[in-house]
């Protein structure tokens, strides 16, 4: 069935660094992926998605590229933040519904 | 604020017994997920209900049940509680529930229900 893989945490980084957070999917057909951000305490907010291959998705300074030939979804930010601390989650919907991978906690040090 | 609602925040119980959890969705959206959120399974899809009806079932053991009412909010019931049942459970809500290519429309999630079984 269809799968989410996304590295192992945590990911600890200091103010200003580089982020990358690979994700890697396997599935049937065409899905949509999607990055959703989980900060202490509450739900899941979408950070951004791509609905095809080659789509770029964007928010925040977040950024993520479809790669249909290496079936891949790498989250990344050239310049993190304290406030970007979170738990961040790749997913991908051949349906209506998120498959998860298993999130990847990152640590932003001042 | 997403604008999805659940109700309530806590929820502290013993096994064997039975839940309701509540979720009320987005003005205007028509479909209503649950995922359970547990430090072993990860973020699992339960169930879809999409203007009233079943529309996806996911990993949901037969001890859970769901419905969506005509006011389009939704519970979710969890019945004979165990100890690994113990876990934050989701409910999320998008406008449409169309399967295949609209698969890339948003999913707005609540702030979730913690559960725990003692």
């Known amino acids: 069935g269809d799968s989410v893989t996304q590295m192992e945490g945590p990911v600890t980084l200091s103010e200003e660094a580089f982020l990358t957070i690979n994700c890697t999917y396997t599935?049937?057909?065409?899905?949509?992926l999607f990055w959703y951000v989980q900060y202490p305490g509450e739900g899941l907010q979408l950070l951004l998605k791509a609905t095809k291959a080659d789509d770029k998705g964007s928010n925040k300074g977040f950024e993520a590229t479809y790669r249909k030939e290496t079936t891949s979804f790498h989250l990344e930010k050239g310049s993190v933040q304290v406030s970007d601390s979170a738990v961040y989650f790749c997913a991908l919907a051949n349906t209506d519904k998120l498959i998860f991978g298993t999130g990847t906690r990152l640590q932003v040090f001042p | 604020d997403s604008g999805v609602t659940q109700t309530p925040k806590h929820l502290i119980t013993a096994t064997g017994q039975r839940v309701t959890l509540r979720c009320s969705p987005r003005?205007?959206?028509?479909?209503v997920y649950w995922y359970q959120q547990s430090l072993d399974q990860g973020l699992q899809f339960l169930i879809q209900?999409?203007?009233?009806?079943?529309?996806a079932k996911g990993n949901i053991l037969e001890r859970f049940s769901a419905q969506q009412f005509p006011d389009l909010h939704s519970e979710l019931n969890l019945s004979s509680l165990e100890l690994g049942d113990s876990a934050l459970y989701f409910c999320?809500?998008?406008?449409?529930?169309?399967?295949?290519?609209?698969?890339?429309?948003?999913?707005?999630f609540g702030p979730g229900t913690r559960l725990t079984v003692l």
């Open positions: 599935a049937t057909g065409y899905p949509s």
């Open positions: 999320a809500s998008s406008l449409l529930g169309a399967s295949g290519r609209a698969s890339g429309n948003e999913q707005f």
């Open positions: 209900y999409y203007n009233g009806e079943e529309r």
């Open positions: 003005s205007g959206d028509l479909s």
